[in-house]
């Protein structure tokens, strides 16, 4: 516990110290060797993106994230973790996780004016819960209405359906949605209205977790599988068709979630203070990773940390494609170790 405090007061002094490559060694180091610790997760995450690294940065909220939700305790981390995802998503473009981690705040603490000013941006980006829009208009059901042309496409997590109706307004849109069924009205010709209507979707979504756009040119709504990594053979099936589907093989997933990030604590022969070794890890970092592209970077980083601080590669192209196992030195083997704070 004492070298874990030591590491983290050293990442926030090099952190306001503006040394934002040694406060990322530290926090890193005090991750490895606690990573259940949300709040260490949060202050890399600041880290991480004070280097320039995003994508880095919203990785590390979101594992701590998992950290916080094993530990009902951590609620205000939680909270914290949750905002800071959605506001750097909603800057990057990323709507779909803005809206899901910002409505999960905000169900946390409901007078936060700040989270109400974001969801509306959203809203006014033409973004939209389908969960808020259903429902809101009553419909003849004696209209005789016109089905629209649409197509869809799927992913690991979502079916993307794209109605391609153009210039339809908020107001003239109505969007139902069950856990396997959508209904999609349009009225904005009162003389030709159009309905698409979906009863018995392939499989299970999520209503809470799906979504639409308005679009100059159609309206794409993107429907949250509930088993994700499940192909759907097609968009609409009966009770036997969705039984056979559910047997199919899933999509392949590279998704962080599968990885093992679980940290690896090195013995050492001798213990040696802790200024010593960092000042040693901070030269070797530094010279190296001063003049060093992105991908470089992250190798770097990557390498280290997975490797526990055994292994230092600059090639992204061989980092990247799974875990660096630890290499300890001849005659030595790996310990797992997890101190909880």
């Known amino acids: 516990m004492e070298r874990i405090q030591n590491y983290y007061n050293c990442g926030i002094d090099s952190y306001f110290a503006d040394d934002f490559k040694k406060a990322l060694i530290y926090f890193t180091q005090a991750i490895n060797i606690d990573n259940e610790n949300p709040n260490l997760y949060l202050k890399r995450a600041y880290t991480y993106n004070k280097l320039n690294m995003r994508l880095d940065a919203i990785a590390d909220l979101k594992q701590g994230l998992l950290a916080a939700e094993r ?55 033409g973004f939209y819960s389908i969960d808020n829009k259903s429902g809101s208009k009553d419909r003849d059901s004696t209209n005789k209405f016109v089905k629209p042309r649409y197509d869809y496409y799927q992913n690991e997590s979502y079916v993307n359906i794209d109605v391609y109706v153009k210039n ?100 050492i022969e001798k213990e040696d203070s802790v200024k010593e070794t960092n000042s040693d890890i901070s030269a070797l970092f530094s010279k190296i990773y001063s003049d060093a592209d992105d991908d470089t970077r992250r190798a770097m980083i990557k390498s280290y940390v997975e490797s526990n601080g055994t292994a230092l590669s600059t090639n992204w192209g061989e980092v990247g494609k799974g875990p660096v196992k630890v290499q300890p030195p001849k005659g030595m083997e790996p310990k797992s170790v997890r101190t909880i704070l």
């Not at 009902?72 to 899901?100: A, F, H, T």
């Not at 307004?169 to 159009?194: A, G, H």
């Open 71 to 125: 530990n009902p305790n951590e609620l205000g981390i939680k909270y914290r973790i949750m905002v800071q995802i959605g506001q750097w998503c909603l800057e990057d473009k990323m709507y779909e996780d803005s809206y899901k981690f910002l409505s999960a705040a905000k169900i946390i603490n409901e007078s936060d004016r700040e989270l109400d000013d974001l969801l509306m941006k959203l809203k006014g980006l």
């Open 168 to 267: 339809v307004k908020d107001e003239d849109l109505d969007v139902q949605i069950t856990p396997n069924s959508l209904t999609v009205d349009i009225e904005f010709n009162i003389n030709n209205p159009m309905k698409l209507e979906i009863d018995h979707l392939m499989g299970d979504i999520i209503p809470e977790e799906s979504f639409f756009y308005l679009k100059p040119t159609k309206i794409e709504i993107k429907l949250k599988k509930a088993t994700p990594g499940m192909a759907w053979s097609k968009l609409e099936g009966d009770i036997t068709e969705r039984s056979e589907n559910n047997q199919k093989i899933r999509y392949p997933s590279s998704s962080s979630k599968a990885k093992n990030w679980e940290a690896l604590e090195k013995e």
